[in-house]
């Protein structure tokens, strides 16, 4: 079945620091792939997604590439602040269109310290 | 608010006990899903709607569990005869074509 890999956290960063966050997928076909982020307390929000190998999805600075040819989907952020501190989740959707039953990765929890 | 909102945020049963969340959808938003989320994992997809046809289940949902989505609006999730295993976030989104708009979440305890 479908299934997203995600690094380990936690992650702990000093402000202005560049982050990685790995992430990687097995499915059938060719899934969307989404980046949803849960700031504490908060429900999940969709940070940036990508529909087709290639693509590149962006918001507030991060940014993610669909790699077909290594399946992964890792995020990157060039100079992290405090405010991004939060818990990260990767995800898939394998239905494409409008179809949102996704598949998360378990989560990584990002610290980012002044 | 023109979010997703659900209720109760919190709920603490006793096994055995029967409960019942509600999600309120954006109001356009025609597919609703439900997900659930215990510590340290990502959601898992319990079931979703279209309008007020139940769609697809997981096997994750349990003879023990069910949803209703009536006239297409609001939608509720029941579950019956709880069991300390079903301690966990349940979360509600409601979709568009733009992505999935996900609420708060309910945290059931099971005591």
């Known amino acids: 079945g479908d299934s997203v890999t995600q690094m380990e956290g936690p992650v702990t960063l000093s402000e202005e620091a560049f982050l990685t966050i790995n992430c990687t997928y097995t499915?059938?076909?060719?899934?969307?792939l989404f980046w949803y982020v849960q700031y504490p307390g908060e429900g999940l929000q969709l940070l940036l997604k990508a529909t087709k190998a290639d693509d590149k999805g962006s918001n507030k600075g991060f940014e993610a590439t669909y790699r077909k040819e290594t399946t992964s989907f890792h995020l990157e952020k060039g100079s992290v602040q405090v405010s991004d501190s939060a818990v990260y989740f990767c995800?898939?959707?394998?239905?494409?269109?409008?179809?949102?039953?996704?598949?998360f990765g378990k989560g990584t929890l990002l610290t980012v310290n002044p | 608010d023109t979010g997703v909102s659900q209720n109760p945020r919190h709920k603490i049963t006793k096994r055995g006990q029967n409960v019942t969340f509600r999600c309120d959808p954006i109001?356009?938003?025609?597919?609703l899903y439900w997900y659930r989320q215990t510590l340290g994992q990502g959601p898992e997809f319990l079931t979703y709607?279209?309008?007020?046809?139940?769609?697809?289940k997981s096997r994750l949902l349990s003879d023990r569990f069910s949803a209703e989505r009536p006239k297409g609006s609001f939608s509720t999730l029941e579950i019956q005869r709880t069991e300390q295993g079903d301690s966990a976030m349940y979360l509600c989104a409601s979709t568009l074509q733009t992505g999935a708009f996900f609420g708060q979440g309910t945290r059931l305890t099971v005591v």
């Open positions: 109001s356009e938003h025609n597919r």
């Open positions: 709607f279209q309008n007020e046809a139940q769609l697809e």
């Open positions: 995800a898939l959707s394998a239905g494409g269109g409008s179809n949102y039953k996704l598949t």
């Open positions: 499915a059938t076909g060719y899934p969307s």
